[in-house]
């Protein structure tokens, strides 16, 4: 980075701790340690909860820990409450130097103070050079001579984040669009208590697909990190799609481990316009990371997701582990994030390994038959096939070779639908060779033979 090349990079991120963490803060956090990581400078985590009202221990704390989650791992750690002392010193140096004073205010509103600090406004033009924005200009007049403390021992944010990033030689502030307004009041603040002017990033905003901001208001939980870590996305994954909210590598790739990013990763290339945020997106690169994890730990996560179903929990089923070791791929295949495991389970998908099937005979029967004798008479036929397949060769490979061409003779339909209603009681399953590898020879022909007695009863 030009100039700065000779000295410690040193960023920060200064989340205020009013709300759980926000995705929106999440991907700033990872620009900023994707270019301390880069630069191999330091990456400053600063609580900002001088607003005590509005300030809590808890959203601090959903903040810290969903950054670990992701693997946004701070070199050092502030909290501006803990800082008090810093900032009086300042406020009451500038009162001596006179670039700020007390004001005396006529209160007009119940609670209000009879005097505040204001910053004594010099009214110039602010030209500061912005890495994503190019050259901005304001002029600070009609900013008159803002508010900077309640009080001497009551900082408000301007002069907090002044006086904390001079303190803590922050040489990059990479932030959201939103403080771009901010930035002139705070060169001015800097300017009085003659601190260096870091270099400014202002990261795109992030904003749903009518370009509306993403606010907790408007989206609700779509805007918390903790609904995505519930969902079970992978925390990776996460990262991934937050790198590209904003900034592209230049080429098409879109897959990539936070130490890939990092190597790739340049401020220079972040976008000016929003991004939006397509969750569409987000579960297709999940799916992505989901490949490629090992088999053991994808099948550890299915069984895990499974057991959270509520279907399984209230009835208490009794889930044989060979027949779910079975439908494992077949589940992996249709999710691309963990919870919809359980949300399969729960709609009842995947019922047929779960329990056993509840139908009549007309739904045994394939809808060209005008009676049940030859669905009859095909389900005893398949068991006595099925029966002559020795156990260790029971694949779907094999069933089918020795199903087959009795069903081509007889009718696909009329041989192939009865037999996966047995197995499976649905309108819709896997194939019936798939269906009676997961259940096994023995559950296989106990089902056959329960739709065998069904259809006799209706003779
Ligand atoms: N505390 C501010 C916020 O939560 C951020 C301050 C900054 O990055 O300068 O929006």
């Given at each position: 980075m030009s100039k700065d090349t000779d000295k410690k990079i040193v960023v920060r991120m200064a989340p205020s701790p009013?709300?759980?963490?926000h995705i929106g803060t999440a991907r700033t956090t990872l620009y900023n340690f994707l270019f301390a990581k880069k630069y191999g400078g330091k990456f400053i985590l600063r609580i900002e909860d001088t607003d005590k009202e509005r300030s809590t221990k808890e959203f601090e704390e959903n903040i810290l820990t969903g950054l670990l989650w992701l693997g946004l791992q701070h070199d050092e750690f502030y909290r501006q409450s803990e800082r008090g002392d810093i900032y009086v010193d300042y406020v009451k140096r500038m009162i001596e130097n006179g670039s700020a004073y007390i004001s005396k205010e006529t209160p007009t509103?119940?609670?209000?103070?009879?005097s505040v600090v204001r910053f004594k406004n010099p009214n110039k033009k602010i030209t500061f050079n912005d890495l994503i924005r190019g050259e901005v200009t304001f002029?600070?007049?009609?900013?008159?001579?803002?508010?900077?403390?309640?009080?001497p021992e009551e900082p408000l944010y301007h002069l907090a984040v002044v006086v904390d990033d001079h303190e803590m030689k922050v040489t990059h502030v990479i932030?959201?669009?939103?403080?771009i307004s901010n930035t002139p009041r705070q060169i001015l603040i800097q300017e009085a208590i003659g601190a260096k002017r870091p270099e400014y990033a202002h990261l795109p905003l992030i904003v749903d697909s009518s370009r509306a901001k993403l606010s907790k208001r408007k989206h609700g939980a779509v805007v918390w990190l903790d609904t995505y870590k519930e969902e079970g996305y992978q925390p990776e994954a996460l990262l991934n799609y937050f790198s590209l909210l904003g900034w592209n590598?230049?080429?098409?790739?879109?897959i990539f481990t936070l130490d890939e990013i990092t190597q790739i990763?340049?401020?220079?290339?972040?976008?000016k316009g929003s991004a939006v945020f397509d969750v569409l997106k987000l579960k297709w690169i999940n799916k992505e990371h989901l490949k490629r994890l090992p088999l053991d730990v994808v099948n550890s996560e299915i069984k895990n997701w499974i057991n959270k179903s509520l279907r399984i929990k209230n009835e208490g089923v009794d889930v044989d582990e060979g027949r779910i070791e079975k439908i494992i791929p077949i589940i992996f295949e249709r999710i691309?994030?963990?919870g919809e495991v359980t949300q399969l389970i729960d709609n009842g998908e995947f019922d047929y390994v779960l329990r056993t099937p509840k139908y009549t005979a007309r739904d045994l029967?394939?809808?060209?038959?005008?009676?049940?004798a030859n669905t009859l008479r095909h389900i005893e036929r398949v068991i006595i096939l099925l029966t002559d397949i020795p156990e260790n060769d029971w694949t779907a490979d094999k069933i089918k070779e020795v199903v087959w061409p009795y069903a081509e003779s007889e009718g696909k339909g009329s041989v192939l639908w009865p037999i996966r209603y047995a197995l499976?009681?649905?309108?819709?399953?896997?194939d019936p060779f798939t269906l009676a590898t997961i259940l096994g020879k023995e559950e296989t022909l106990k089902r056959l033979s329960a739709a065998n007695d069904i259809l006799k009863n209706e003779k």
């Open positions: 009013t709300g759980n963490l509103e119940p609670g209000q103070r009879e002029d600070t007049t009609e900013l008159l001579d803002f508010v900077i403390a309640r009080s932030r959201g669009d939103d403080h590598p230049g080429d098409d790739r879109e990763f340049d401020i220079l290339r972040v976008q691309s994030v963990w029967t394939w809808k060209g038959e005008k009676d049940f499976s009681g649905m309108q819709k399953s896997p």
